[in-house]
C-alpha cells in the first residue's frame, strides 16, 4: 500500500519549504512543527546527508473532526509533509490521510480523510503549476 503523496519540483529547496507552506496555508493547514532533519542529524550523530525538513501540517477543523471519532487518531496527526532534495530536483511528500482509515478500521474517518487528501493534493498541484511558471 502506497502511503504518500509525492511531487517532484525543479525549484530549488528554500524556495520549495517557503512555497509548500504557502501551498498547505491556502488549504487551511497550519504547520504545528518543522524538524530539520539534516541539521538535527548533523548536530546529534554528526552526519551529513541532503537537505530534508519535516513539516507538522494541522487543519485544525479536520483535526478536530478526527478526534471526535476517535481519541487515539492523535498518534496519526498532525499530517507529515517532508520536503527534501532527491537528486538534482525537491521531493514534497505528503501522508496519504486515507493511511488513517486503512490502519484504524474505522469507516467513520473516511470523510475527514477524503477532505484531508483534496486539500493536501491541491496544495501538491499548486506547487507543481508554481514549478512550472518558474
Known amino acids: 500500500m502506497r502511503y504518500d503523496r509525492t511531487v517532484h519540483l525543479d525549484t530549488d529547496f528554500a524556495t520549495t519549504v517557503a512555497r509548500t507552506r504557502d501551498a498547505l496555508a491556502e488549504q487551511g493547514f497550519g504547520i504545528l512543527t518543522e524538524i530539520d532533519v539534516t ?9 551529513d546527508m541532503e537537505d530534508y525538513v519535516i513539516l507538522g501540517a494541522c487543519n485544525p477543523p479536520l483535526a478536530h473532526r478526527a478526534l471526535e471519532t476517535d481519541r487515539s487518531i492523535g498518534l496519526l496527526l498532525p499530517c ?36 484531508a487528501a483534496r486539500r493536501l493534493d491541491a496544495a501538491l498541484a499548486a506547487l507543481t503549476a508554481a514549478d512550472t511558471d518558474s
Not at 541539521?39 to 552526519?47: P, R
Open 80 to 115: 507529515n509533509v517532508v520536503v527534501r532534495r532527491d537528486g538534482d530536483r525537491t521531493a514534497v511528500q505528503a501522508l496519504d490521510p486515507n493511511t488513517m482509515v486503512a490502519l484504524s478500521e474505522l469507516d467513520a474517518l473516511r470523510p475527514v480523510a477524503e477532505e
Open 39 to 47: 541539521a538535527t542529524l548533523k548536530a546529534k550523530l554528526d552526519h
